[in-house]
């Protein structure tokens, strides 16, 4: 998936990457609400897996607009794993 990712425009890549951080970030929320080991322990460990790649990518973004996209996926990332989660996880 990464290889896939190197492909994409900059921005597009921020968006991605950012989308399914959040989103993992709001399954790790909702696993630790209902004490579910398992599913906090992958989404932590696929967390920082991701952080080290949107550090990389933030460090190579060189225009303004690329701080939207990120911003954008993160939002995004968190409303549609709210959803998930919630099929995933239960109330």
Not at 12 to 41: D, E, K, M
Not at 75 to 88: D, E, F, N, T, V
Request: proline share 1%; with cysteine; net charge positive.
């Amino acid at each position: 998936m990464i290889e896939y990712l190197k492909r994409l425009p900059v921005s597009l890549q921020l968006f991605v990457v950012c989308f399914i951080q959040s989103g993992l970030c709001t399954i790790n929320f909702r696993a630790i609400a209902h004490t579910n080991y398992g599913i906090a322990f992958a989404s932590d460990i696929l967390l920082f897996l991701f952080a080290f790649f949107i550090v990389k990518k933030i460090v190579e973004a060189k225009e303004f607009s690329n701080a939207f996209w990120y911003a954008l996926g993160g939002a995004c990332g968190g409303q549609a794993c709210i959803y998930i989660s919630q099929h995933l996880l239960g109330s």
